[in-house]
């Protein structure tokens, strides 16, 4: 680092900029390299740092050696913990994102980076980063003491946030300190403790929800958190929500989505219950929402794993025009053949008018009689089709080749049947004795397949059977498909993996 220093001070690298990609490495050689002005430099990356680094840092910016900053990460530094304040003295004028990543952030930090803002050090700051830093917990309270103008990204997931940090940001946006703050799914609302606080003021900004219970028991949504969310909603204080995330909250909002959709969501695109073990009365408030037209954007609808839409539950979901849904989620949802008849008759019926992407992957029942059923009818918008780990044998394939042959798959796209060892041999030859004229992407990942496999796979690409195809998945352990044959198929298929 030493010699960079040397060469640039003698004039050897004129035009030279180092920036991100160079990720200085350490405390070692900072000293040395800094000592000189890097005019062009827009991206510091240090791993690895202490308190010389960041002293040197410091005074290599005091004295304008780093005029052109705009990102910087200190991602990882334990040993800068409590010294931030050495970083910020003087003013970074063109700084946009500031990131201390998993840093051991304490007290004293967040009130220097507080302070630098109070000071103006910090005019052009849009992002901070404060992900991983579990001692801040409680500690947001001394951040917002003053207005921040221009911040927009607040990231501070796993931080453990407590009720008082909540009601700080809440508090903070209601005085205008946040005017153009968006925080979102980087800031992970963590539960139902600090939900009530900050759903009460009004997100303007409020792209997304994430409300993901995958995080400690104390986390999870509960009724309170619904019904605070619906009622925020209903007031008007989250007209820009695109996307509402509640995966793995179980149990604990069984019942209760009645009281998150009381009003219509204008914005909502992207609904999801991944692993919410939703009731049947779950099911006749998205029915009735729908009625109501409080969903009336939405583009996707996630209900995997939600085992209880099996029968009465998907009839009563799709009893009704859903006339904006573009991808529906019915993985693992333990569907049987009788779900099969209600798909084709929601198809049938017109129930469906945009659907794009189907998605019923993981649900043993689809196959023989049940996917012979759902394809008997034109599916005349799908595109994507999704049957990864279904019971598929070499009927179902013929089930599937049938379907296209008589074309009631027009706009197929993409075919999913990865993870499915019945695919193998008879299954792909029949499946692939017919040309597919739309589809671009297949996905066969572990599907056991063989040499003899591979071989049919290339003949149907010089027999022009998969004309636009330009992603194949063929990848996975139990896959015997060698990279010579991988070759090969490259020659007509873009990209094999």
């Not at 609302?189 to 900004?205: D, E, F, K, N, R």
């Not at 914005?267 to 991944?274: G, I, K, S, Y």
């Not at 996905?443 to 149907?460: F, I, K, M, P, V």
Request: proline share 4%.
């Amino acid at each position: 680092m030493t010699a960079i220093h040397n060469a640039r001070m003698e004039g050897r690298l004129p035009s030279i900029d180092l920036i991100a990609e160079y990720s200085l490495p350490g405390h070692v050689p900072v000293v040395p390299l800094m000592c000189g002005a890097w005019v062009s430099q827009e991206v510091l990356d240090l791993r690895e740092c202490n308190k010389q680094d960041l002293t040197a840092i410091a005074e290599a910016n005091r004295y304008g050696q780093l005029p052109s900053v705009k990102r910087m990460h200190l991602s990882n530094n334990k040993d800068i913990s409590g010294q931030v304040g050495a970083l910020l003295r003087h003013p970074w004028n063109l700084l946009q994102i500031l990131g201390f990543d998993s840093c051991g952030l304490i007290t004293d930090d967040i009130k220097a980076i507080a302070e630098g803002n109070f000071n103006n050090f910090l005019p052009q700051l849009k992002q901070l980063i404060m992900s991983n830093n579990p001692n801040l917990s409680g500690m947001f309270g001394h951040f917002f003491s003053q207005p921040w103008l221009i911040m927009q990204k607040l990231d501070a997931t796993g931080c453990k946030l407590n009720i008082e940090d909540m009601t700080a940001i809440h508090t903070a946006r209601m005085e205008g300190k946040l005017p153009s703050i968006d925080v979102k799914v980087r800031c992970s609302l963590p539960g139902h403790v600090p939900v009530v606080p900050v759903i009460c003021g009004a997100g303007a900004l409020q792209e997304e929800l994430d409300l993901n219970g995958h995080y400690p028991v104390d986390s999870k949504c509960d009724n309170q958190d619904l019904t605070t969310i619906g009622e925020a909603n209903r007031y008007g204080q989250l007209p820009s929500v695109k996307r509402i995330n509640l995966h793995f909250n179980y149990t604990n909002i069984s019942g209760q989505v009645g009281a998150l959709l009381c009003g219509s969501w204008s914005a909502l695109e992207d609904l999801d219950f991944n692993s919410c073990y939703l009731t049947c009365r779950d099911v006749e408030a998205l029915d009735q929402a729908n009625q109501l037209q409080h969903l009336p954007c939405l583009k996707k609808l996630s209900l995997w794993g939600c085992e209880k839409l099996s029968g009465q539950g998907l009839i009563t979901l799709l009893s009704h025009t859903w006339s904006t849904l573009q991808q529906l989620v019915l993985e693992d949802c333990s569907l049987t053949a009788a779900d099969g008849d209600t798909l084709l008759e929601a198809c049938i019926q017109g129930h469906l008018p945009q659907l794009g992407k189907l998605d019923i992957s993981r649900n043993d029942g689809i196959s023989g009689a049940c996917l012979s059923s759902l394809l008997s009818h034109t599916w005349f918008t799908l595109q994507e089709l999704d049957l990864r780990w279904c019971s598929l044998t070499a009927a179902e394939c013929n089930t599937l080749l049938e379907a296209c042959r008589q074309g009631r798959l027009p706009q197929l796209c993409k075919l999913d049947i990865s993870y499915i060892d019945g695919i193998s041999g008879a299954g792909l030859s029949s499946l692939l004795s017919h040309t597919w004229p739309t589809l671009q992407e297949l996905g066969l990942w572990d599907c056991s397949l063989t040499t003899a496999d591979g071989d049919t796979l290339l003949e149907a690409c010089r027999q022009g059977r998969l004309p636009q195809l330009s992603k194949l998945t063929i990848s996975g352990f139990s896959n015997k498909i060698s990279s010579d044959m991988k070759d090969k198929l490259r020659q007509y298929i873009k990209n094999v993996s």
